[in-house]
């Protein structure tokens, strides 16, 4: 059974950071692409970081030097590190994994940026 299991979201103030790890299991993690999508009430959900099975990275304009994301493919773990947290960053984060046909969701984790 596959599961992506995210944490590390949370409520934090402008400026702040949190780091999201999305722990995958029941495939086998290090082919497959890893991608972080969030949320925002009232909005289309959107890809936010993607990370290759070798490593390559893409992000949305409006995280560039602000987010990383990052694999483990020892601990089967994709990370996102999120610094300089804004309000408009506020949104339930999602965990996927895609190979070819196969594609999956983790639960999402709600990230909160609010003074």
């Known amino acids: 059974q596959v599961q992506l299991v995210e944490s590390g979201g949370g409520l934090v103030q402008p400026g702040g950071s949190l780091r999201l790890s999305c722990a995958a299991s029941g495939i086998n993690f290090r082919f497959y692409l890893m991608g972080w999508y969030r949320q925002a009430p009232g909005k289309q959900r959107e890809l936010v970081a993607g990370?290759?099975?070798?490593?390559?990275?893409n992000y949305v304009d409006s995280v560039k030097g602000r987010f990383t994301i990052s694999r483990d493919n020892t601990k089967n773990t994709a990370y996102l590190q999120m610094n300089s947290l804004k309000p408009e960053d506020t949104a339930v984060y999602y965990c996927?994994?895609?190979?070819?046909?196969?594609?999956?969701w983790g639960q999402g984790t709600q990230v909160t940026v609010s003074s």
């Open positions: 996927n994994a895609r190979f070819f046909k196969y594609d999956y």
């Open positions: 990370i290759t099975d070798n490593s390559n990275t």
